[in-house]
């Protein structure tokens, strides 16, 4: 933990705040099953006025999640929008074309889709509850046709809000370039390049005795 000579650092802090402790799976690496606290939602004035804290503060808010499914959480984009910038994880269990609609519209920067394994046969015991192909198909069905890969930030983002757009115009240009010039190599029979030279050889070494 940060603290310098007057206590904590708190701008250097990472917050958290758990909407739901409610999860709909039981995977092996949760101690879901042991905790006694209840399994309820986060009162909305309770997140109204945390978020009014940070924003006195002046702190920002890393993460709306913890062990919970946040998208058990009706009110997660308001959630998101109280708190711009933060960071969603969730099972994708539940992610469907109205959710990734209604995340997306929002604030939020990340969104973290949590399988922890590759194997349909081992997803079953990691994600105990859950099913591999339901979840694929609701990432494949539910992220929206403007959904793509922000590489310069590495996060999976609304393209068109983003400003990420790749014109038709732009697509089609490259497409006719590179048929003509793949129609003159083939009708030609000629193609013009250069021959590179060889590597020029190092110059000999003096002498040793001179």
């Not at 092996?28 to 099953?33: I, N, R, S």
């Not at 539940?94 to 939020?108: F, G, K, M, V, Y």
């Amino acid at each position: 933990m940060s603290k310098g000579k007057n206590g904590l650092r708190l701008g250097s802090l990472k917050y958290m705040l758990e909407l739901t402790s409610r999860c709909n799976l039981r995977c092996g690496m949760c101690p879901m099953d042991v905790l006694t606290r209840p399994f309820e939602d986060a009162p909305w004035d309770m997140v109204e006025d945390v978020a009014r804290q940070m924003r006195e503060l002046k702190l920002p808010m890393k993460y709306l999640h913890e062990m919970g499914e946040p998208l058990l959480y009706k009110r997660l984009p308001e959630a998101i929008d109280l708190f711009p910038g933060v960071c969603v994880s969730t099972n994708g269990t539940l992610l469907n074309e109205q959710w990734s609609r209604d995340i997306l519209a929002t604030s939020l920067a990340k969104i973290r889709i949590c399988i922890d394994t590759l194997k349909p046969e081992v997803y079953p015991i990691v994600r105990k509850g859950g099913k591999f192909d339901v979840v694929v198909e609701n990432i494949r069905n539910g992220k929206g046709k403007m959904y793509g890969y922000d590489a310069r930030n590495d996060v999976y983002v609304d393209l068109l809000k983003a400003g990420i757009i790749d014109p038709a115009k732009v697509t089609r240009s490259a497409l006719e370039n590179a048929a003509s010039i793949a129609a003159m190599v083939l009708t030609t029979e000629t193609l013009v390049t250069e021959i590179p030279e060889a590597p020029s050889k190092a110059p000999a070494p003096p002498p040793m005795d001179s």
